[in-house]
């Protein structure tokens, strides 16, 4: 007899108005497992992404470029320093488009509906978004507050430029950070997790080995910087698992991100090196703070997920299945 569990928590979204287009009964990082692991095909999968990672910024960022050309500017893209308004828009809106990339991908390569990316339930579920904002939000911003980095020399940045990073970084580093999680804990957590037979292996692997290859892509060299990495980037893949979705990944990524802008434009940081520099020698001990408060995140959604909460499976009148928590 099957019995039906209401979620209860907090976090909880409202049911999907139709059926999900991946089999029931299936956890996030699964949707894409079969009876062959297609691992060729998996590579294949991650390196169309990377290659996106590559070609978005660049072709946009030269386009871009030409215009800050004109003004007399020449952008990092071009070998110069000037790290301009529009080069930081180009490069938050190019970040972005791995979102319709990774869901182009998944549909190419494996025939899955680039929507089931969004979450279990096929859909982004706004609510869900809305009210983990709300209930975790305030205590990640004081921690990347308190673990933020040490104000760096002055910029001469121009009141226009100031306006005008701070639009665009409002408007598009929320787009950045979402095209982020859903190439790396969206796609590539996936496929991944699709490579063994076990569940509870594929789950492992997703998880450690989707961190370790973002926190390489960033290249820092400082120890607590790898570490914090390492650390948030697993904690989101976590979390993805455990509420069947992006939407609570998505937030505290562009929450971060968003807040690390707008303290360098607050301390008028030249924000290509104030935000990019990631050598040895940069991190503090201060990094602990945000480090610590993911865990303890990660941990609250994992115990308020134990019996309910946000589907973590296509079936929202069942159980979610037992995977060892």
């Given at each position: 007899?099957?019995?039906?569990?209401?979620?209860?928590?907090?976090?909880?979204?409202?049911?999907?108005?139709?059926?999900?287009?991946?089999?029931?009964?299936?956890?996030?990082?699964?949707?894409?497992?079969?009876?062959?692991?297609?691992?060729?095909?998996?590579?294949?999968?991650?390196?169309?992404?990377?290659?996106?990672?590559?070609?978005?910024?660049?072709?946009?960022?030269?386009?871009?470029?030409?215009?800050?050309v004109?003004?007399?500017?020449?952008?990092?893209?071009?070998?110069?320093?000037?790290?301009?308004?529009?080069?930081?828009?180009?490069?938050?809106?190019?970040l972005?488009?791995?979102?319709?990339?990774?869901?182009?991908?998944?549909?190419?390569?494996?025939?899955?509906?680039?929507?089931?990316?969004?979450?279990?339930?096929?859909?982004?579920?706004?609510?869900?978004?809305?009210?983990?904002?709300?209930?975790?939000?305030?205590?990640?911003?004081?921690?990347?507050?308190l673990?933020?980095?040490?104000?760096?020399?002055?910029?001469?940045?121009?009141?226009?430029?100031?306006?005008?990073?701070?639009?665009?970084?409002?408007?598009?580093?929320?787009?950045?950070?979402?095209?982020?999680?859903?190439?790396?804990?969206?796609?590539?957590?996936?496929?991944?997790?699709?490579?063994?037979?076990?569940?509870?292996?594929?789950?492992?692997?997703?998880?450690?080995?989707?961190?370790?290859?973002?926190?390489a892509?960033?290249?820092a060299?400082?120890?607590?910087?790898?570490?914090?990495?390492?650390?948030?980037?697993?904690?989101?893949?976590?979390?993805?698992?455990?509420?069947?979705?992006?939407?609570?990944?998505?937030?505290?990524?562009?929450?971060?991100?968003?807040?690390?802008?707008?303290?360098?434009?607050?301390?008028?940081?030249?924000?290509?090196?104030?935000t990019?520099?990631?050598?040895?020698?940069?991190?503090?001990?201060?990094?602990?703070?945000?480090?610590?408060?993911?865990?303890?995140?990660?941990?609250?959604?994992?115990?308020?997920?134990?019996?309910?909460?946000?589907?973590?499976?296509?079936?929202?009148?069942q159980?979610?299945?037992?995977?060892?928590a």
């Amino acid at each position: 007899m099957t019995t039906t569990v209401k979620p209860n928590w907090p976090l909880t979204p409202s049911e999907p108005r139709n059926g999900p287009p991946v089999p029931a009964a299936v956890e996030y990082h699964r949707v894409l497992a079969a009876d062959e692991r297609r691992i060729g095909r998996g590579i294949l999968a991650i390196a169309l992404l990377l290659a996106g990672l590559v070609i978005f910024p660049t072709a946009i960022g030269r386009a871009t470029a030409l215009i800050d050309v004109q003004q007399g500017k020449t952008p990092p893209i071009l070998g110069g320093t000037d790290y301009t308004p529009l080069s930081h828009a180009s490069s938050m809106i190019s970040l972005g488009l791995l979102v319709p990339w990774s869901m182009l991908i998944q549909r190419w390569l494996y025939g899955v509906p680039g929507a089931s990316l969004h979450s279990v339930t096929s859909r982004f579920r706004f609510d869900l978004l809305g009210k983990s904002l709300l209930v975790l939000g305030p205590a990640w911003l004081v921690a990347n507050a308190l673990g933020g980095p040490t104000p760096g020399d002055e910029f001469p940045w121009s009141h226009t430029d100031l306006i005008a990073l701070f639009i665009t970084t409002m408007l598009f580093t929320p787009l950045q950070s979402a095209g982020e999680e859903y190439g790396v804990r969206g796609l590539i957590f996936r496929v991944i997790g699709s490579w063994t037979r076990d569940p509870r292996a594929g789950l492992i692997a997703g998880v450690l080995v989707s961190s370790a290859l973002f926190t390489a892509v960033h290249g820092a060299t400082d120890p607590y910087i790898v570490v914090w990495y390492f650390v948030l980037w697993t904690a989101l893949a976590v979390i993805t698992w455990r509420t069947g979705g992006l939407e609570i990944a998505v937030m505290l990524h562009a929450v971060l991100n968003t807040f690390t802008f707008i303290l360098a434009i607050t301390l008028r940081e030249d924000l290509g090196s104030a935000t990019q520099d990631r050598s040895a020698g940069v991190g503090t001990p201060y990094l602990l703070i945000p480090t610590i408060t993911v865990i303890v995140i990660t941990t609250a959604v994992w115990w308020c997920t134990r019996k309910s909460g946000p589907a973590r499976t296509t079936s929202l009148s069942q159980t979610p299945p037992h995977t060892g928590a």
